[in-house]
């Protein structure tokens, strides 16, 4: 789950112009960490929904990469 | 009088104070004609300073690209032309005002998507722009969290309601999550007009935030459960939603998302379309105006009420995406992709989006191999951020209909 998480990641970040990351933390904050602005958030949820059918997004709100994690494991 | 805070910025971390202002309109010789600038301050005084000197100005995004401002045929030459003027000595902040507000006819030009691919612009008097401002002294110590783009309405609008009234501006847009919340707590924020994506991304919210009077929406189509959830947290806050455009500014207040139409000499509802009378339009183009008269919004609504009128949005006419409160133009984006010489066709759209309202997207035919990252520095150079298609799916044929045009839904 954290493998094709990472690689959405970094398509997301790749697009923008930040470099590949090698691993994601479960604490690792969206915004403040992974550099994610709320069009990147969007990019993302489009993302994560094609691969695995769920929008993290519906039920409230996700700052980090754990509450995605979680969002995926229900 | 004290030194009262003008703007705090979070960008440069400088906070100005409103004798810092005085004393920077009253050292101003040369007034730019174009302002084309990124840093906050700068903008507010070129337009204080326009205003006060009666200099037409126009206002350019900051992140409007070397291609996009050809279109508008501005060039570099007249981006640096300035104008004479005598320096004012202004002694206070009633002065200003004063000496402001008397300029009802001076000209602000700002651009918005138009409906044919290029941005319009659309020039507003002050009085024009200014109508939906209150001056009173029961907004005086009034402290604005400044949540919108300083060169489009919404975000002038906000401005000069601070400023005729002398209040703080602290600016939160784009700002990160913890820094808006730090603000409002730190600088006692009193009132935030937003779109309802800004509110969407402060969440998850864990404390109270008792110093917002006010809080308003607009921009976006109103979110009712979005709303509710608010009012959790901003206990001591009234709620409003408001319905502007760039081409008339303010125009109405609803209640959640149900707005009167009380005035049927400036509003009209035609099949189902809302209409706005010419006397309530900035200048600009008129060629969209109906019997000379009638300017079509291109918003649909529905009539739930007979008298007095009252009806709800539903959708836009036209093909215009809101992302986040700011209108897209696919056909502009399409024009953009298919400039690259990979491309040879290419379709826009909007996705609904639960944090964003859509996101966009666009469907591409390509022979020749290009990727999406390829695609998104090609219009990165071309087009603003948020008009960049954020997902592009190569496919082998689009769907047209008989007409020859791409098939819309």
């Known amino acids: 789950m954290l493998d094709t998480l990472l690689e959405i990641v970094n398509t997301v970040r790749n697009n923008k112009g930040l470099a590949t990351l090698s691993d994601l933390k479960p604490s690792q904050d969206l915004r403040n960490d992974l550099g994610f602005d709320s069009l990147d958030l969007a990019e993302l949820t489009v993302r994560i929904e094609k691969e695995h059918g769920i929008d993290i997004f519906a039920d409230g709100f996700v700052l980090t990469v754990s509450d995605i994690l979680a969002k995926l494991a229900k | 009088m004290p030194d009262k805070i003008f703007l705090h910025d979070y960008k440069t971390g400088k906070r100005y104070s409103y004798n810092q202002l005085l004393a920077d309109l009253n050292a101003l010789s040369n007034l730019e004609r174009y302002c084309y600038k990124q840093d906050l301050y700068t903008i507010f005084l070129t337009i204080i300073a326009a205003n006060l000197h009666q200099i037409a100005l126009v206002l350019l995004d900051a992140d409007f690209s070397y291609e996009e401002l050809q279109k508008f045929q501005i060039n570099a030459t007249m981006l640096a032309e300035k104008e004479h003027v005598v320096p004012p000595s202004i002694n206070s902040v009633d002065e200003l005002v004063g000496r402001l507000i008397v300029n009802k006819d001076w000209e602000l030009t700002l651009f918005t998507s138009g409906t044919t691919g290029l941005p319009k612009s659309v020039t507003h008097t002050f009085k024009s722009l200014t109508r939906a401002v209150r001056i009173s002294s029961r907004h005086a110590g009034d402290v604005w969290g ?113 707005f009167v139409l009380n005035d049927e000499n400036c509003y009209r509802i035609v099949e189902n379309e809302l209409y706005v009378h010419r006397s309530l339009l900035g200048k600009g183009d008129t060629t969209s105006l109906e019997d000379d008269e009638w300017y079509p919004t291109g918003d649909l609504v529905e009539l739930i009420q007979e008298d007095p009128k009252k009806f709800r949005f539903l959708q836009r006419k036209n093909e215009m995406i809101n992302v986040g409160g700011y209108k897209v133009n696919p056909l502009e984006v399409e024009e953009n992709i298919c400039i690259h010489h990979a491309v040879k066709q290419a379709y826009v ?42 997902i592009m799916n190569f496919v082998s044929f689009i769907e047209l209909t008989r007409s020859g045009k791409l098939k819309r839904t």
């Open chain 2, 349 to 390: 759209y909007g996705k609904p989006n639960i944090l964003l309202g859509n996101i966009i997207i666009a469907d591409i035919v390509s022979d020749a191999g290009i990727t999406e990252k390829e695609l998104r520095d090609f219009l990165q150079s071309r087009l603003q951020p948020y008009k960049i298609p954020r």
């Open chain 2, 146 to 258: 400044f949540a919108y783009n300083p060169t489009h309405i919404a975000g002038l609008q906000v401005f000069y309601q601070a400023l005729l009234n002398g209040n703080t501006l602290i600016n939160l847009f784009s700002a990160a999550r913890h820094t808006v919340l730090d603000f409002i707590t730190s600088f006692q924020i009193t009132n935030i007009s937003a779109t309802p994506t800004f509110y969407r991304l402060l969440f998850p919210l864990t404390e109270l935030y008792p110093s917002v009077k006010r809080l308003t929406s607009g921009g976006e189509k109103f979110d009712g459960a979005l709303s509710e959830k608010l009012l959790d947290f901003f206990p001591n806050a009234k709620l409003r939603n408001i319905y502007a455009s760039t081409e008339a500014g303010t125009m109405l207040e609803g209640v959640g998302d149900i």
